[in-house]
């Protein structure tokens, strides 16, 4: 087992995620017919229901070992992810009920790239992503991570036109989408597709559900056939926004 040295990056097939602790049965059956361990994420007692048990929501993989965690995220994780060697840091900003409160380590990490409302970003992440020699890219979006799956180093898809532009700007390959309904995320109209994803692998992207049934399959398929990416997908199923399937060690 090793700790997975950029987030979101494997570069063997991952050993262990983090994961919303609601998670369907058939994705659960996926990961684990993989040799995947599951750390299921109780929910946060100070976010609204529909995202409480988000793991981009209360944690954030800085690198390696080291990831910052929301003030009251569940302590059984914390030590179970202690006992397995990582270095868990307590974030600064106590999560809130409402959005802009619940959006602090929700901070989608490209590479040497980060995107986020910098207004909102937790401070002990910012010092750490800066001792880490990351670039901070501010974007209006608070929920940059829902809104960015990770596809490389250098390629990320995404429905938010500001990430878009921004990502663009950085020299990344981008994927612009459009928000669809084919991605669940109770009580609201839709999720997002960074939430729907994780990588399982070097060139493996798991995605929660179906993603056929997105209105830019298409357009989806090809752009990662162009990465070398392969799909897995959970057929017959509804996509679900989870708040990112988060790898953390690999084999």
Same mark, same amino acid.
């Given at each position: ?43 946060? /007692? ?11 929501? &209360? ?11 929301? /003030? ?15 270095? &868990? ?89 459009? /928000? ?9 109209? &839709? ?39 392969? &799909? ?20």
């Amino acid at each position: 087992m090793k700790f997975i040295k950029i987030p979101n990056l494997p570069y063997e097939n991952v050993s262990c995620v983090l994961l919303d602790a609601r998670a369907p049965k058939k994705l659960i059956e996926q990961l684990k017919n993989r040799k995947i361990e599951i750390i299921p994420v109780a929910e946060h /007692p100070d976010v609204y229901p529909a995202v409480s048990c988000h793991p981009d929501i &209360m944690f954030h993989h800085i690198s390696g070992n080291i990831i910052v965690y929301a /003030p009251n995220t569940s302590l059984n994780i914390i030590e179970l992810l202690c006992k397995k060697g990582f270095q &868990m840091i307590e974030g600064e900003t106590f999560l809130q009920n409402k959005y802009p409160g619940t959006i602090a380590y929700n901070i989608a990490r490209v590479g040497r790239f980060a995107f986020h409302n910098t207004k909102y970003t937790d401070a002990v992440v910012k010092k750490l992503l800066e001792e880490h020699e990351i670039q901070l890219i501010h974007v209006k979006q608070g929920y940059s991570k829902c809104l960015t799956c990770v596809v490389d180093s250098k390629s990320i898809i995404t429905s938010d036109r500001e990430i878009y532009r921004k990502a663009t700007g950085a020299g990344l390959d981008v994927l612009l989408i459009e /928000p669809d309904k084919a991605i669940k995320l109770e009580p609201f109209d &839709m999720g997002f597709i960074g939430g729907a994803t994780g990588l399982i692998g070097k060139n493996k992207l798991l995605f929660t559900g179906d993603i056929t049934l997105h209105k830019n399959y298409k357009e989806i398929n090809d752009f990662l056939s162009l990465k070398a990416v392969d &799909m897995v997908i959970i057929k017959d199923e509804h996509l679900i926004d989870l708040g990112t399937i988060i790898p953390i060690t690999e084999e």
